[in-house]
């Protein structure tokens, strides 16, 4: 089983500011990870993934994260926060296509992190 | 541009009125998935299709029903709406790539459910 820990429902920061939401999980085996954004009344948008290669991610629109086995944790990023990037997010995680099983790429997400940038 | 699809992108039902929502996909991806997403609440899985094969989630309620009639459209037909059923359903596709051990799921934009 696999689960997902999101730390902070709302995040608050200043335009231009860093971004740090914080993701950590909870999985049986080497987990695949996605962060994904969702605007009001919208689907999800991916951000980015890792996929067991390289360890420090990046993604669209300037974010970036970073997954560390030692501490279960894929924290999203990005230097300097946009008016835009005002948005929902979401760390999901996903224990990969189950060959001849039925789990085809299952994910299982957090709770979500709403992010306010104020001007 | 290729894309996932889903209408209406509102709907208003009354208390116990069937309903069906839509989901279409231009992607040609051999996998659709259905997503309940309440208020303030992640999105949870309710079932998948891998081509024909479906997989329901063992919580999901027998009240939620789907169809897939070929590789672009899947249906969610809820049979007796209740208040609790109010949410944003969304489908999402993906590729079970040759050699590949993870997937990408592509979302559309939700229908959001309104039951009165």
């Known amino acids: 089983a696999q689960s997902v820990t999101q730390l902070g429902s709302h995040v608050s920061v200043s335009e231009g500011a860093l971004v740090l939401l914080r993701c950590n999980y909870s999985?049986?085996?080497?987990?695949?990870l996605f962060w994904y954004v969702q605007y009001p009344n919208q689907g999800l948008q991916l951000l980015l993934k890792?996929?067991?290669?390289?360890?420090l991610v990046k993604g669209i629109n300037g974010f970036e994260a970073e997954f560390k086995k030692s501490e279960t944790s894929f924290h999203l990023t990005k230097p300097s926060a946009h008016m835009s990037d005002a948005a929902e997010y979401f760390c999901a995680v996903s224990l990969g296509i189950n060959a001849g099983g039925t789990s085809y790429g299952k994910l299982t997400f957090g709770q979500g992190t709403i992010l306010t940038v104020h001007p | 541009d290729a894309m996932v699809i889903q209408n209406p992108r509102y709907q208003v039902t009354q208390f116990g009125k069937p309903v069906t929502l839509s989901c279409s996909q231009t992607l040609n991806h051999n996998v659709m998935y259905w997503y309940q997403q309440k208020s303030s609440q992640a999105p949870k899985l309710l079932f998948h299709y891998y081509d024909k094969d479906f997989n329901n989630e063992a919580d999901t309620p027998d009240n939620f029903q789907s169809r897939r009639p070929n590789t672009s459209f899947c249906f969610l037909d809820i049979r007796s709406p209740g208040l609790g059923d109010a949410a944003m359903y969304l489908c999402?596709?993906?590729?079970?790539?040759?050699?590949?051990?993870?997937?990408?799921?592509?979302f559309g934009p939700g229908t959001r459910l309104t039951v009165l």
């Open positions: 890792y996929t067991s290669a390289a360890t």
């Open positions: 999985s049986s085996v080497p987990p695949y």
């Open positions: 999402a596709t993906s590729r079970v790539p040759a050699g590949r051990s993870y997937n990408e799921q592509f």
